[in-house]
């Protein structure tokens, strides 16, 4: 399986932005779909993007339009460029690969949007 480590969390005032990084070793990323999933203290972890190993993206309503997921399959990392940010989007943010019936998590960075 694929072992993935996240990174480029941290404190963004509402309206900025973040990249988050995942990067993935250990196995064909290639082969790999990747997805990006959020857990805010009190409410159900979230879907928040997703993409296939042939480049298509799906987008929670909640970040459509102000979130991008990307992957770079030389580098074994997948991206989640994040703008306009909001106090809601605030949260631990986990990087998820599947292939087949397998499924890899990374640990979480945190995402705070405060003023």
């Known amino acids: 399986q694929v072992q993935l480590v996240e990174s480029g969390g941290g404190l963004v005032q509402p309206g900025g932005s973040l990249i988050l990084s995942c990067s993935a070793s250990?196995?064909?990323?290639?082969?790999?779909?990747m997805g990006w999933y959020r857990h805010a203290p009190g409410k159900q972890r979230e879907l928040v993007a997703d993409?296939?190993?042939?480049?298509?993206?799906y987008y929670a309503d909640s970040v459509k339009g102000r979130f991008t997921i990307s992957r770079d399959n030389a580098k074994n990392t997948v991206y989640l460029q994040m703008n306009s940010l909001k106090p809601e989007d605030t949260a631990v943010y986990y990087c998820n690969g599947r292939r087949g019936s397998a499924y890899s998590w990374g640990r979480g960075t945190q995402v705070t949007v405060s003023s």
């Open positions: 250990g196995s064909t990323f290639s082969a790999y779909a």
């Open positions: 993409i296939t190993t042939g480049g298509s993206t």
